[in-house]
T-cell receptor, first 113, second 115 residues
């Protein structure tokens, strides 16, 4: 099994629908992150969580919400999806400290029509 | 705030050519520096890292040296292969306040290697 698992891998949804992207990890890391990838824009941070009770907004949190259900699970929700939220979404985990880097999931490709 | 700037792509090379992808950064303190690679249809994987000045990270024939005097971490490979075709991201791990341990990414460089 992968260290960081994202579900679903692909999703097409309609404008205005609520959708949840899920992430689970077996690394035992406290820190989890949600990023969005758009062509030419690199990775942009949506939300991050340093532990179950610590959730923080990233640079592009508007239109998104998150839930940290357990150390191993971190879900991203789009309350009312819009077409410009069409993107590739990545979950990542890390240990505390500046030298470890992140472990990424394989991504969820979301299309809002 | 922290920032990472990568050379604009895409980069197209023939097999066995020399590769350089430039990366410069702005950060307070002494960040750690990383290169990640994203193969088609996959997530990002750590390629190499360096955690202090003058360190050289290396993996799979790729190398990058942490140059504090020029705030750079350029990625190099002496002879690329078709299988190296991917998107490469430079990143730094912040050291100050709420940035501590969080990665800031460059915009990515698409590399295509032709046979």
């Amino acid at each position: 099994d992968a260290d960081v698992t994202q579900t679903p891998r692909n999703r097409i949804t309609k404008t205005g629908k609520r959708i949840m992207l899920e992430c689970s990890q077996t690394k035992g890391h406290d820190r989890m992150y949600w990023y969005r990838q758009d062509p030419g824009l690199g990775l942009r941070l949506i939300y991050y969580s340093f532990d179950v009770k610590d959730i923080n907004k990233g640079e592009i949190s508007d239109g998104y919400s998150v839930s940290r259900q357990a150390q191993a699970k971190f879900s991203l929700s789009l309350e009312s999806a819009i077409p410009n939220q069409t993107a590739l979404y990545f979950c990542a985990t890390s240990s505390p400290g500046r030298t470890y880097g992140y472990t990424f999931g394989s991504g969820t490709r979301l299309t809002v029509v | 705030g922290d920032s990472v700037t990568q050379m604009e792509g895409p980069v197209t090379l023939s097999e066995e050519a020399f590769l350089t992808i430039n990366c410069t950064y702005t950060a307070t303190g002494y960040p750690s520096l990383f290169w990640y690679v994203q193969y088609p249809g996959e997530g990002l994987q750590l390629l190499l890292k360096a955690t202090k000045a003058d360190d050289k990270g290396s993996n799979k024939g790729f190398e990058a040296t942490y140059r504090k005097e020029t705030t750079s971490f350029h990625l190099e490979k002496g002879s690329v292969q078709v299988s190296d075709s991917a998107v490469y991201f430079c990143a730094l791990s912040g050291t100050g306040g709420t940035s501590y341990g969080k990665l800031t990414f460059g915009q990515g460089t698409i590399l295509t290697v032709h046979p």
